[in-house]
């Protein structure tokens, strides 16, 4: 959809979608080239999965609250590398939605003489706002983080923003009271509706709350989970285990293919969705444990547990040492690695590869149209001796 292509008015300041200059045809052939530098030495890397609108896009959005030279409230997004604030009103890979009940906080933490904080003084109640949105059920969660557990004329603020917004179907107040650039804190508080979104992947409902790990782009996650389908080839005899399950996405998708399925995740309050997502999809043969993957699969190899597949989903870091030679002592037939960062997925393959595995399939899918990140799925099996 080149003809919608536009150049974001903030692209040079933010940082944020470092390719948005070029031609998403071209975006889709730079990531191509720079997956085959980095996996050729694995194998052949199948041609990109590009999106067929690569706009708005993005069901998770996120601002930061502060104030100009002339005491104006901004909202926006920190300059890459910096946390000098760059004013935001509409972001071409956000959810239209997002954007819109962003600018709303805004004019009414003015109306509400709300004060913004201030990273430097710890002075300021104001911190972030939060919005994720289900793109398949239209449910909307707004979260608004502050400092403190104190917050002036609460009850006001959220009814003027569902005046102006009935499309939000939950509300949440949490309290970062940490001198950190990290979003959310620990304590919160339900201020209107369940506490929690669901949305559609897969013809699975799954439960959203603020704090849970959920793919930003629904349209791409479906593309994304379909191949890690298709590339396991499942009999429905395999017992698999999902690794960095999260709120147990892959796994309960995969639970209509397989015998059996093991989720594992360090984040208690994903884990405890996954469960509730094994109930309200009525999945049975299905079990969530919290845990940290690698110790998780220690513990596994040291009982002399097997599993038949692995799918592994870890984060930008990729996987721990101790997690991929419990992986490889255990010896499962088949390894699907989904990978957000090529350069770790290249390293752990460099030691799967050395450990008895052999790489058998590689496509990238464009999930973060824009950016330079590229997720990649790869296929690999056991080598027979």
Known sequence: MEEKRKICPYQKKCGGCQLQRMPYKQQLI?????EQELLKPFGNVSPIIGMKDPWHYR????????YTRQKKIVSGFYQEGT?????????????????????TVRELLHSFKIKT?????????FRHVLVRTGFASGQVMVVLVTGSPIFPSRNNFVKALRDRHPEITT??????????SMILGEKEHILYGKGYIEDTLCGKVFRISSKSFYQVN???TEVLYQ???????????????????????????????????????????????????AKRNQTKNVRFY??????????????GEKTDVVIMDPPREGSSREFLDCLALMGPEKIVYVSCNPETLARDLKILTRKGYKVKKIVPIDMFAQTEHVETVVLMSKVKE
Not at 30 to 34: L, T
Not at 232 to 240: D, H, L, P, Q
């Open 30 to 34: 730079w990531k191509q080239k720079r």
């Open 171 to 180: 509300i949440i107040h949490n309290i970062n009271d940490r001198q950190t």
């Open 290 to 303: 919290c845990q940290d993957a690698g110790k998780f699969l220690v513990e596994m190899a040291a009982a």
């Open 218 to 220: 629904p349209v791409q």
């Open 117 to 125: 904080y201030d990273e430097d003084t710890g002075y300021g109640l």
């Open 59 to 66: 069901n998770k959005a996120h601002a930061v609250f502060g």
């Open 83 to 103: 946390h000098k604030i760059v004013p935001v009103d509409e972001c071409m890979i956000q959810s239209e939605t997002a954007d819109r009940i962003i600018g």
């Open 227 to 277: 191949k890690v389908i298709e590339l396991a080839k499942f009999s429905g005899t395999e017992t698999i285990l999902d690794a960095y399950c999260g709120i147990g996405t892959i796994g309960l998708i995969a639970s209509d293919c397989v015998k059996y399925v093991i989720g594992v995740e360090s984040n208690p309050a994903a884990v405890k969705d996954a469960v509730l997502n």
